[in-house]
Structure formats: C-alpha cells, structure tokens
C-alpha cells in the first residue's frame, strides 16, 4: 500500500534558524495539504499543493511539491517562537481516507 | 461566523461503556470527518460523511460508528469502550468533502477511558 514518510520526527532550533520538514511517497499523490498543530491545540490548515513542482510562499514558510508528486517540503525562514508546534502533512486517498503524516515537531529556542 | 463546534469537550468513561460525541461543521459546510488522536500521534482518520453518505472509513472497528443529520451535523459513536480508546477525537467540516478541500478543524473531545 501507499506509504508517506515525514521526517524529521523532532527538529530543535534557535530562533532565527531556518527549518524544514519533508514528506516521501511510495506513490504519486493528487495533492497534498499542510496543517499546523500548536501544543494543545487543533490543526489548523496552511497551504494546498496539486501541480508539478508547484511552490508556494506564505510569508516566511514556502512549500513545495516535487515533479513527480511524490514528495514535498516545508522550509521556515528565521523560526520564531511562534512556529513552535507539529507540522504534518495530509493526503487523500482514492477512497476519501485522509491520511495524516507522522508530523514534524518543531521546537524553538528564544 | 463560528468555527466547527464539538461537545463535550472533555469526557471519563469506563471500559465497556458506550459514548456520543458531537459536531457542527461551519455553516454551508456539507461535510464532516472524524480523527482520533492519540497523544504524541497524528490524527488517524476514522469516517467521513458527505450529505449524509459515508464517503470514507478508517482502519477501525465495528464499535465506531457514525452519522450526518440534515442539518450536517454529526455525532461519532463509540460502543464497548476500551482503554485504547482514550484519544482527542477531532470533527473536521468542509464544503464539499473530497480531495484538495480544506479541513476546518474544531477543539476536539478529550476521552478519558478508565
């Protein structure tokens, strides 16, 4: 079956430093979405990816999704401490099952 | 506009019991999925609903179920209650459901088996 690899699992960081989180595909996904979870909190969507090589910037946090859809990433520029939470992406499969990656937990130095 | 609204927001139950949660979705969502989230674990995906079809299901027992009412809300049940089950169980609405919708997400029921 189709697995999707996120990784880091833990990423500690200084602020000001840059952060970036990657998720890996067996397969080729439709599309892909990041959400953000603060600690105690509930997810909350960020950014929808579905062209080839597509790449999106928010601010300081610029997405990717790779040619081969197969892969995408999330680059923070200069962490603050307000990035601290869990990053994960999400996919759908042919059956409506929206699955979740494993998530990123970034933590940030002041 | 309120955001998607759960109750109870937090609930102790005891093995073998049987437990309701519900959802509202924000107002022209049609769509409704439910997670349970174990601490220090992504949410894992449990059903979603879409004009009160099931549309999806998860990797998990016959003692989950759900519904959609006309009013899309919904309502996760859960019968027989094991330890394991003790999770944040989230409500997610979206307009249409499907691949490349946002999930809106609300607080979540924090469920306490003991």
């Known amino acids: 079956g189709q697995q999707v690899m996120q990784i880091p699992q833990y990423q500690h960081v200084q602020e000001g430093e840059d952060f970036t989180t990657y998720c890996n595909s067996s397969t080729t996904l439709s599309n892909i979405q990041w959400y953000k979870q603060r600690p105690g909190g509930h997810p909350v969507f960020l950014i929808q990816l579905v062209k080839s090589g597509e790449v999106k910037k928010q601010k300081r946090l610029t997405f990717q999704f790779g040619e081969a859809k197969k892969n995408s990433s999330l680059h923070i520029t200069a962490t603050q401490t307000t990035d601290v939470g869990t990053y994960f992406c999400?996919?759908?499969?042919?059956?409506?099952?929206?699955?979740f990656g494993s998530g990123t937990r970034l933590l940030v130095r002041p | 506009d309120a955001g998607v609204t759960q109750s109870p927001t937090h609930l102790i139950k005891t093995r073998g019991q049987h437990v309701t949660l519900r959802c509202s979705p924000i107002s022209g969502h049609k769509s409704v999925s439910w997670y349970q989230q174990v601490l220090g674990q992504g949410p894992q995906f449990i059903f979603q609903y879409y004009e009160k079809e099931e549309r999806g299901r998860g990797n998990f027992p016959d003692r989950f179920s759900a519904r959609q009412f006309p009013n899309y809300s919904s309502e996760l049940n859960v019968n027989a209650l094991l330890l394991g089950d003790s999770a944040l169980y989230l409500c997610?609405?979206?307009?249409?459901?499907?691949?490349?919708?946002?999930?809106?997400f609300g607080p979540g029921t924090r469920l306490t088996v003991l």
């Open positions: 999400v996919w759908m499969d042919s059956s409506y099952k929206l699955i």
């Open positions: 997610a609405s979206s307009l249409v459901g499907g691949a490349g919708n946002e999930q809106f």
